[in-house]
């Protein structure tokens, strides 16, 4: 594997296990900052490998292959929460700096590790049990109620790996696949919930954290597909005491780069926690445009050390909208339509091919008017993935 070029001055190579969308991201603000980012790709034209100067094709889960990858960076951080405990564990061996640690990781790998620990530090949660029998999810659903949300621990996202159970026959293939694998599933109380946060922040190595303002995110069969910066009527004192769950969430686990904290909010205002994810996260897009930090420059200071920039919203309002794929594939002549629309809305395509309901992009607009920006980023995500023509 060959080295990647470093600018002169001093300035360090970042290096990203994963060649994905997020990698991707942090190819602009590691120009800005003159840091070198290299990124371990999955293929020779994965979303981040298209912008990124330095992008060795490799297999994450092959020890060899992260190693060498690794010796020629500062640190290393991850586009996924995907490469195996024992990759991470000889980085670490090898005298690699690496954010979020293996120890940390574990928590957004592994649903049963996170529930327990979350638990364990007192982390406001869903009900919740491991089970590895029928008899174990009838007992549970009984002292619940019914339905139940069920959870595969490892490897589920948007919406992927989660069913909604009525009653044990629905569990009982996923009970199957699980005892194959020797695993057990998460189950997890159907939370009555009135809409769904997320706390976003970042934590350095010596300890500076610092947190966007709280988001609500808004789901379309278990995708992402709006985020609200900040979240409509929630009351100081409600998004400081998520906040703070977040951060000490963040302390607790010893986290380091960006976490979001994916939340229930409960009728009375309280909420719980639903997901962990340790990077850069769908909920913080917004920060890229609407924020004086966004979340990819602050993990790239985070992971770095260096001290963290301001998350301060620059408008009173900015909303995400995610596009995802549809028929059209030919997707660049949209721009011209967009950009003589509205020329303060930001566009940010992944340079991925496009699959119906993959998630190739999102848009982003600020100002005043909240009913307007929302009408704005649908527009403009439903114009890209081909619902509208007009």
Known sequence: MSTPPRAPGGFPVVGVIGGGQLARMCAGPAAELSITLAVLAEAPDAAAALVTPFAPVGDHTDVATVRDFARHCDVVTFDHEHVPSDVLEALVADGVAVHPTPQALRHAQDKLVMR????????????????????????????????????????????????????????????????????????????????????????SPSGQAAAWPVVETVQTDGICTEVIAPAPDLAPEAAEAATLVGLDIAAALGVTGVMAV??????????????????????????????????????????????????????????????????????????????????????HLYGKGVRPGRKIGHVNVSGTDLTDLRERARHAADYIQGVIVE
């Not at 869903?126 to 002292?143: H, I, L, T």
């Not at 139940?148 to 989660?162: H, Q, S």
């Not at 979340?295 to 909303?319: I, K, M, Y």
């Open 262 to 347: 994916e939340l229930f909010e409960l009728a009375d205002g309280s909420v719980v926690v639903n997901e962990l994810a340790m990077r850069p996260h769908n909920s913080g897009h917004w920060s890229m445009d609407g924020a004086v930090t966004g979340q990819f420059e602050q993990h790239l200071r985070a992971v770095l050390d260096l001290p963290l920039g301001s998350p301060r919203a620059r408008e009173p309002w900015t909303v995400m909208g995610n596009v995802l794929g549809g028929e059209p594939t030919d997707l660049y002549p949209t721009y011209r339509h967009l950009m003589a629309r509205d020329p303060e809305l930001k566009v």
């Open 116 to 203: 327990r620990a979350l638990t364990g530090a007192g982390v406001p949660c869903p009900r919740w049990a491991a089970a590895r029998s029928e008899a174990d999810v009838v007992a549970f659903g009984d002292e619940t109620g019914w339905p139940l949300v069920v959870k595969t621990p490892r490897g589920g996202y948007d919406g992927k790996g989660v069913l909604v159970a009525d009653t044990v026959d629905d569990v009982r293939d996923w009970l199957a696949a699980a005892a194959e694998r020797d695993e057990e599933l998460l189950l997890e109380e159907a939370v009555p919930f009135v809409r769904e946060l997320a706390v976003l922040l970042a934590r």
